[in-house]
């Protein structure tokens, strides 16, 4: 049987998985990206139970099939974005679609449906929120940022920067500096 858990994927996460699986006597196969599998058939009682427990740690057991599925897209994309210190040999839509194991534009009707916005345009706002990131870490150059990002240049990077944020990289990271200066000045 599997249940789903709404987390994102760090071993505390999965100790605290773990732990609270054991408190109610309930014995895992595997704990996943938000996917716990157990060996078990679980009672109403156990599920309810662990559904507490977990939402007392900041997790939550998910019911809805739509959700689960849609939170399974995110997770793969934030992860491919902010964690990922590789490239995905596929395009993103290849990637995601291998990740989740669903057919593309089966996520991406459904993504759109739930979301509001399209699974490109969820994938650009993580972009463009890394390279804010990167932009404030100031060790890389935005050519740089581009290249990590997978952008084809600089320049498509500052466009899609400059529509999203109304703001250059360059004047976002002159706010930044003049901040932190306003900042020494308290």
Same mark, same amino acid.
């Given at each position: 049987m599997k249940l789903?858990?709404?987390?994102?994927?760090?071993?505390?996460?999965?100790m605290l998985v773990k732990e609270e699986l054991?408190?109610?006597?309930?014995?895992?196969?595997?704990?996943e990206l938000g996917t716990i599998e157990i060996f078990d058939n679980?009672?109403?009682?156990?599920? &309810?139970?662990?559904k507490i427990n977990?939402? /007392?740690s900041g997790l939550?057991?998910?019911d809805n099939k739509k959700q689960i599925l849609i939170d399974k897209i995110k997770t793969v994309i934030i992860e491919m974005i902010h964690y990922s210190k590789e490239?995905?040999? &596929?395009?993103? *839509?290849?990637?995601? *679609? /291998?990740?989740?194991?669903?057919?593309?534009?089966?996520? *991406?009707?459904?993504? *759109?449906?739930?979301?509001?916005?399209?699974i490109q345009q969820f #994938? #650009?706002?993580? /972009? #463009? &929120?890394?390279?804010k990131e990167l932009i404030l870490y100031d060790e890389l150059n935005i050519s740089e940022i581009a290249h990590k990002l997978h952008y084809s240049s600089a320049a498509h990077l500052s466009n899609q920067f400059k529509k999203i944020t109304g703001l250059t990289p360059s004047?976002?990271?002159?706010?930044?500096?003049?901040?932190?200066?306003?900042?020494?000045?308290?």
């Open positions: 789903y858990i709404k987390y994102m994927v760090s071993l505390r996460c999965k054991e408190k109610i006597g309930l014995h895992y196969v595997t704990v679980i009672t109403a009682e156990q599920r &309810e139970q662990l977990l939402l /007392k939550e057991l998910m490239e995905p040999v &596929e395009n993103y *839509s290849d990637y995601i *679609s /291998k990740e989740v194991g669903k057919d593309y534009n089966y996520l *991406s009707d459904i993504f *759109s449906e739930v979301k509001g916005v399209t #994938i #650009i706002m993580h /972009k #463009i &929120e890394r390279a004047f976002f990271k002159k706010l930044k500096k003049k901040r932190l200066v306003n900042l020494e000045d308290l």
